[in-house]
């Protein structure tokens, strides 16, 4: 069988992405829910963002592929199905008696068999769009016409018959139990017919739970003693089909190729990652896949949230606010005031997530989505002061910008959330103008997150972005516009919430007096 990547169709990224990185984001938060784990996911894939378009478009097309109603069953049968073929050593240690452990393999391959072969059916037969996917099919398809699949279909259904015929008789007097070979053909149909309905009715009061049980657990292989004596027995009764189970399971020890491994692990990055987006579409999250553009086209969030904080809403039965962001070709800079607790880190940490998620090619939480590849992500995010360097936080700060100005581009994100708290208003302000114009000449999309109200116009061009209060100047509405910073909606939240209102302090005169 051959293989070819369908999360890698054009080479795979060399470098990783910072843990930093995905703590600022929150990135690490998203794969922990991941139904399976982000360990799971073949050459840690969602830590290895894409920067060339044409990869993107691939796994676009093959996530499009999965999603339609068809066809998503039948991959998450097939992944379970692999899934827990990987797990088949650990069951098959278990099983003390050799002839058990056999017939277990017997049993996943048949089961082997017939997904493989319902997979490829299905693959074959659906109008399948993405190029991923359609050489998937033709791998597959060549697989199961292979010499070593076709023996594998052949030997198993041969053993299976021969241990159907497997007839015998059991009888408990006392003590004793003895077992008796039973010819295949012992009963006629009429006979057979009439012997199941002696133990329908039989066993019609468990059936209809007239009696108490406790139904055995699926797929228990373990065996006490007396049926094992009696598996024993059937064995030198009929030695032939033991015998040839014996040898199949020796031959057949490792039935699956590692190439069909490897397609399962690339399908578990688009299946896991569909666990996790379509229920929460279902719940009125929306999701798309996003445009992508050329780095001066400019950019385009529709309706665009934070997922860690529409989680906790949905736990908590709230819809999540949305937001928006429309930049015109050649803006690039982005200066973000406004009150605290209004909203502002969850703004850049959902640009970030946005930039990120869109670089992995999986669907992005928003109605409408345009922007372009970034080379990398930089983040710089407050931290409390380092006790392994003993750098103050000033000086951190500063180590910390420096190093992202190093090595962004034009093509490169800076996401800056309220750097400089540690210094006074007036160096503050000085930095970050000097930070500001640095990535200015670089040509980067910034992001700047800050309490500097002046540096939302310290530059031509600048986008100056405010989060809102509401009309009584109290309440967070957490929505983030265009608009221009004049620091009175921060002096207003400051106003209210000390009681400094000219009505306020004029009450208070009148009462002192």
């Not at 990987?86 to 049993?107: H, I, Q």
């Not at 373990?222 to 030198?236: C, G, H, Q, S, W």
């Not at 937001?323 to 502002?344: F, R």
């Not at 640009?351 to 590849?373: C, D, N």
């Amino acid at each position: 069988m051959q293989y070819h990547s369908i999360l890698f169709p054009y080479g795979r990224p060399r470098e990783r992405v910072s843990d930093e990185l995905l703590r600022d984001l929150r990135i690490d938060s998203v794969l922990s829910m991941l139904s399976h784990g982000p360990d799971q996911l073949k050459y840690d894939t969602c830590y290895l963002p894409l920067t060339d378009k044409d990869s993107v478009l691939f796994r676009h097309a093959v996530f499009q592929d999965i999603m339609r109603s068809d066809l998503h069953p039948v991959f998450i049968g097939f992944q379970e199905l692999m899934d827990s073929l990987g797990f088949m050593e650990e069951t098959l240690k278990r099983l003390s008696m050799p002839v058990l452990r056999s017939r277990y393999l017997l049993n996943r391959m048949i089961e082997y068999k017939k997904h493989v072969l319902f997979l490829c059916d299905t693959l074959t037969r659906a109008p399948l769009q993405s190029e991923g996917l359609r050489q998937f099919a033709s791998d597959l398809a060549e697989y199961t016409r292979s010499d070593v699949f076709q023996a594998l279909c052949e030997d198993t259904d041969t053993l299976k018959k021969e241990l159907e015929e497997v007839t015998y008789t059991i009888t408990v007097r006392d003590n004793h139990i003895a077992v008796r070979k039973l010819p295949p053909d012992a009963f006629d149909e009429q006979e057979k017919t009439a012997f199941e309905k002696e133990i329908n009715v039989f066993f019609d009061k468990f059936i209809h739970g007239r009696a108490d049980f406790s139904p055995a657990t699926a797929q228990n292989w373990e065996m006490n003693p007396v049926e094992e004596e009696i598996l024993k027995a059937l064995m030198k009764l009929f030695p032939e089909p033991f015998s040839h189970l014996d040898t199949f399971y020796r031959k057949r020890e490792k039935f699956v190729p590692e190439e069909l491994v490897s397609y399962h692990q690339d399908l578990g990055f688009y299946t896991v990652w569909l666990e996790y987006i379509l229920p929460r579409q279902a719940d009125h999250m929306g999701f798309c896949f996003p445009m992508i553009t050329d780095r001066k086209d400019g950019i385009i969030a529709s309706n665009c949230f934070d997922l860690i904080l529409a989680d906790q809403k949905r736990k908590e039965g709230q819809q999540v606010i949305r937001n928006n962001l429309i930049l015109n070709p050649g803006e690039h800079i982005l200066v973000l005031t406004g009150p605290n607790q209004g909203g502002k880190t969850t703004y850049a940490r959902m640009l970030g997530q946005l930039f990120y998620l869109g670089s992995l090619g999986i669907p992005v939480p928003g109605t409408a989505v345009k922007f372009f590849l970034p080379d990398r992500i930089f983040t710089h995010f407050e931290r409390q002061e380092s006790q392994e360097t003993l750098n103050g936080k000033l000086k951190d700060d500063i180590l910390r910008i420096h190093d992202i100005l190093e090595h962004a581009s034009e093509n490169s994100l800076i996401l800056i959330n309220e750097m400089f708290s540690s210094t006074t208003l007036q160096d503050a302000a000085w930095l970050g103008k000097e930070i500001l114009s640095r990535i200015e000449k670089i040509g980067s999309l910034c992001l700047y997150v800050t309490f500097i109200n002046e540096l939302s116009s310290w530059l031509p061009g600048t986008v100056s972005l405010i989060s809102q209060i509401g009309e009584d100047r109290k309440e967070r509405t957490y929505q983030i516009v265009r608009d221009k910073s004049d620091g009175r909606a921060y002096a207003r939240t400051m106003v209210q919430k000390y009681a400094l209102t000219y009505e306020e302090i004029s009450e208070r005169i009148r009462s002192s007096t």
